[in-house]
């Protein structure tokens, strides 16, 4: 084994050096750049809040703060839908966290989308995107968004993007020369301005750095929600990180069916086509939640209460149904808290909610 | 110029040719440990129902743990280490074995621990890089437990028809420091030579229920996650039955 490798290397500087047998080349003449050449856009840094996961996101490192303006712009631009009537904001609402709070389905420019619109926050740290987990990253899934929601026609949307001169200017400052106005471009950007969507300024957050303190209630709630009582820690938090989700699928005991077909949506299962996935949910974040109601995928709930409920007394049984929200009592599953306890659990959730996120000058509607 | 940069290339390259081809033959191998489930004498993988010896369905969602301190023992006691701390996962293949190059010897034994020593359940796993098996993305860690050392997550048709509909789900999640166990299996092979020696270890998980000494009992000790409205004595004794599971 040594032997080769030594015999390798051997190789390998022999045909390094072999490379000086080319003639040598004069340098190119040194000339004025073009105004048109590449431009380098200035790095956008992002900083890992306190307790967050690593960032893992192969993206994160090419962030531009040109790329970033250039993906609010189109964020929030109403003409790139087919009817000229929806941006991705007008479900994705800053003050709601970017969820499109009061709606149990949104409405795209065909109708009524299947599931809820959930908050955006921190899909940095997300490896899978959606409430089945279909994009894997953030331009896949705008990607999806503007082909599904918003019904885009590429060559109008280009053709718009060109006349319009600020977005000639904004497209050759993230990208680099005109003529990149292209689709994967608008992906692109939309993907950059996603990434810096980071929540972390919460009442929570600050109690956990030390600088805030919970109220006794928040602190019991913190208790039931962290341990065994109420179990919520198994998937609505990551180790010892803050993002508050661990971005897995579950079947969280909503609904009551024998047969995996007979699950009205099937979730994870639609995509990955293994019965084991059927009736599976990415676990939303608890971040904000309490400016996102109606709740779950299908917006059955329409207060934190009634979720709480749900946890508390009415998990229900199926095939999928995670093992843990059984564990209390197999045949009627659920955690069963006191009144008193619900609400210890409730202001916990209320804690969580991080106003500067949603009033963050950066991810305002730019026109 | 040039023709002076070419040739002394030339004689280099030829130069270590022969360096190379010089050298005499190394006696070292390759060496890797393989780990596979069973469940008694039946075939075992996640999500494929085994039958119990009260004729029982049980599958598994989930077989997740840590082996800690994996060594080989040679004849003169000596040890060569093959990795400080392993996440074995039945769900991802890549977890399911550990190589190392380049050692020799005649050997007697392989020892290794269930779980985590009491300094590696002290490590933040957010400290550490995510490709690390400590690290948070494994999703091992919980903030009151530490490290979940042993997690097993079952569900049972417990009709005794072997058609009824899945209505038991016992559930393990195991961890704090007492859980450790240590073990030291005989088996005498030897790796030299540019050989390739494979190790196979299986866990029997029909030994977690039907230990050799004890039973776990799925229906009335049909969960633990070592916490205070546990019963202790189920980890223990998961933990004691996990550890005697191995077999080659």
């Known amino acids: 084994m040594r032997k080769f490798s030594i015999l390798f290397l051997g190789i390998l ?18 000339g004025k750049p073009e105004s048109d050449s590449l431009y380098i856009g200035t790095t956008y840094t992002i900083a890992k809040p306190f307790r967050f996961s690593n960032i893992n996101n192969t ?51 065909f109708g009524p989308t299947k599931r809820n619109a959930p908050s955006v926050q921190n899909l940095l740290w997300a490896p899978k995107i959606f409430w089945d987990g279909r994009s894997a990253t953030l331009g896949e899934q ?4 503007f082909h599904g929601e918003q019904d ?3 060559p109008n949307a280009i053709q718009y993007l060109e006349a319009d001169s600020e977005y000639v200017r904004l497209f050759k400052k993230a990208f680099g020369r005109p003529g990149d106005i292209t689709e994967e471009h608008i992906y692109l950007a939309i993907q950059q301005f996603g990434m810096t969507l980071i929540s972390s300024e919460s009442h929570f957050d600050k109690v956990q750095r030390g600088q805030e303190q919970f109220t006794e209630s928040e602190a019991r709630g913190f208790q039931i929600f962290l341990t065994e009582r109420g179990d919520c820690f198994h998937c609505h938090t990551h180790g010892n990180d803050l993002l508050m989700t661990d971005n897995i699928f579950h079947n969280n005991g909503l609904d009551s069916v024998n047969d995996v077909n007979d699950f009205t949506d099937k979730g994870r299962g639609e995509i990955t086509g293994d019965i084991n996935d059927y009736g599976k949910f990415k676990s939303p974040s608890l971040r904000n939640v309490a400016l996102t109601a109606p709740y779950m995928h299908d917006g059955r709930y329409q207060t ?19 093992a843990i929200m059984l564990k209390a ?12 306890e619900k609400q210890d659990l409730l202001n916990l959730l209320y804690s969580m909610t991080d106003t500067s996120y949603t009033n963050n000058p950066a991810f305002q509607n730019p026109f | 110029m040039q023709f002076l940069k070419c040739t002394t290339s030339l004689v280099l390259a030829t130069l270590l040719f022969f360096i190379s081809g010089c050298k005499p033959d190394t006696k070292q191998g390759n060496f890797t440990l393989e780990l596979k489930a069973k469940y008694g004498d039946q075939s075992f993988s996640l999500n494929t129902p085994n039958t119990d010896p009260q004729n029982r369905r049980i599958k598994m969602d989930e077989l997740k743990f840590y082996l800690s301190h994996i060594s080989l023992v040679k004849a003169d006691n000596s040890e060569v280490n093959l990795s400080e701390a392993a996440l074995i996962d039945f769900s991802n293949p890549n977890t399911l074995s550990i190589s190392v190059d380049n050692i020799s010897g005649d050997f007697k034994s392989l020892r290794f621990s269930t779980g985590l020593d009491s300094v590696q359940n002290a490590t933040d796993p957010l400290s550490v890089p995510s490709s690390n098996p400590l690290s948070n993305d ?7 437990l530490k490290y979940i050392f042993y997690k097993l997550e079952a569900r049972c048709d417990t009709t005794g028809t072997g058609s009824g509909s899945y209505n038991w789900f016992p559930l393990y999640h195991i961890g704090t420091n007492s859980m450790y166990r240590q073990v030291t299996l005989d088996k005498t092979f030897s790796v030299c030579c540019n050989n390739q020696y494979t190790l196979t270890l299986y866990l029997d998980v029909k030994k977690i229920f039907y230990g050799d000494t004890q039973t776990l009992d799925i229906i009335s000790e049909s969960s633990t996650q ?23």
């Open chain 1, 13 to 30: 500087m022999a045909l390094l050096t072999l490379e000086n047998c080319k003639p040598d080349v004069p340098d190119a003449p040194p």
């Open chain 1, 59 to 109: 993206y994160a490192d090419s962030l531009t703060y040109e790329g970033v303006e250039l993906g609010r712009r189109l964020f929030y631009d109403k003409h790139l839908s087919s009817t000229g009537q929806l941006s991705c904001a007008s479900c994705h609402k800053s003050e709601f966290a970017f969820s499109d709070a009061g709606h149990a389905k949104s409405t795209n420019v």
């Open chain 1, 142 to 145: 705008a990607k999806d968004a």
């Open chain 1, 152 to 154: 885009l026609n590429v």
């Open chain 1, 304 to 322: 934190l209460e009634q979720v709480i409920n749900f946890y508390s007394d009415s998990i229900k049984l199926s095939p999928t149904v995670d």
């Open chain 1, 329 to 340: 009592n197999h045949a009627n599953g659920g955690v069963h808290l006191t009144a008193q």
């Open chain 2, 138 to 144: 494994m999703g091992m860690y919980w903030p009151w």
């Open chain 2, 226 to 248: 070592m916490g205070t409205s546990d019963d202790p004595n189920v980890a223990i004794k998961f933990s004691d039955n996990f550890a005697q599971a191995f077999t080659f």
